[in-house]
């Protein structure tokens, strides 16, 4: 999730690199013959998406300013205003479909909606559709990564364990939401800490605003968020004065919008239009908007996430 667990707040990001295999694009000269931006993507959408003129989008709305609740309970943020112009670049309306981020996967695979897009880090583990210990558990997914981010220690404003890296966290409680990346690397860490026999206490949530909520009222040292999403925090919490981020970032990875792997015709379509707001200015519009541009792929990249 990697704004929270996906991934939750957002702003630059030092040092952060784009997701292997991807390249620049170059636009072609405009009125080219082939010029890419002149294709008609509208009817290159599945028909279902065509004939329904509507594209369901899955996403917790819960990990601001990726993705969160404004006034009236409508959805804003990094992903919803990207997801919109998606769009209107492929003519059909958008609509969000509120899940919880452990259930975005298994509802997709339910047909619930036609792809995800909530702050969710592709890896190898999502694309497989296995758990930790590489049991199989679900068909497995693709994805077009369109936005990099890392993972960043949310901890008690002035940091007052001194918490500096994951490795500060052994022998403490931490608190994340669940079926997260970053519940995935804190899980691995639990081995490093039992090494030194410092045991990882952690608390999973179903939601980044009840981490939170354990690290301000002092029931959990830290919370793990992307980048974007810690960075939010750290600056709204209460004006800037209850929470901090520590330390450098770990394991920057591109988000992803998820399709089942049997919608490669949606899938690939997706690439073209995330590639043509990219080049319109719109995609860097938008990123400029959350404050995130430090987090921009150059291009759409199908399954680039390590």
Not at 57 to 62: E, K
């Amino acid at each position: 999730m990697s704004m929270a667990p996906r991934t939750s707040g957002r702003v630059g990001r030092a040092g952060v690199a784009v997701a292997a295999g991807s390249v620049l694009l170059t636009a072609c000269a405009s009125g080219a013959a082939k010029d890419p931006s002149q294709e008609n993507l509208h009817d290159k959408l599945p028909a279902a998406v065509r004939s329904a003129a509507v594209l369901k989008v899955g996403v917790d709305l819960n990990y601001a300013p990726v993705e969160f609740k404004s006034s009236g309970d409508k959805p804003d943020g990094l992903d919803p205003d990207l997801a919109k112009a998606l769009g209107e670049v492929l003519g059909v309306r958008v609509e969000f479909v509120d899940t919880p981020f452990d259930k975005l996967i298994p509802n997709l695979h339910a047909k619930n909606y036609d792809m995800v897009m909530s702050a969710m880090t592709d890896n190898r583990q999502r694309r497989d559709g296995t758990d930790d210990s590489g049991k199989q558990i679900d068909p497995g997914v693709d994805f077009v990564d369109y936005f990099i981010a890392g993972t960043s220690i949310v901890v008690a404003k002035n940091n007052p364990q001194n918490i500096q890296s994951i490795d500060d966290l052994c022998g403490r409680t931490i608190a994340l939401q669940r079926g997260t990346t970053q519940a995935a690397i804190i899980q691995r860490q639990t081995s490093a800490c039992e090494k030194v026999k410092k045991t990882l206490t952690i608390k999973l949530t179903e939601s980044d605003n009840e981490a939170l909520s354990l690290v301000a009222g002092g029931k959990a040292v830290a919370d793990l968020n992307d980048f974007p999403v810690a960075a939010y925090v750290a600056q709204q919490g209460q004006n800037g004065a209850q929470f901090a981020v520590a330390g450098s970032q770990l394991q920057a990875s591109p988000y992803g919008i998820a399709f089942a792997k049997e919608n490669s015709e949606l899938r690939d379509v997706m690439a073209k239009a995330l590639d043509r707001i990219i080049r319109n200015g719109e995609y860097e519009k938008i990123l400029g908007k959350w404050g995130v541009g430090a987090g921009a792929a150059q291009n759409a990249v199908i399954n680039g996430g390590f």
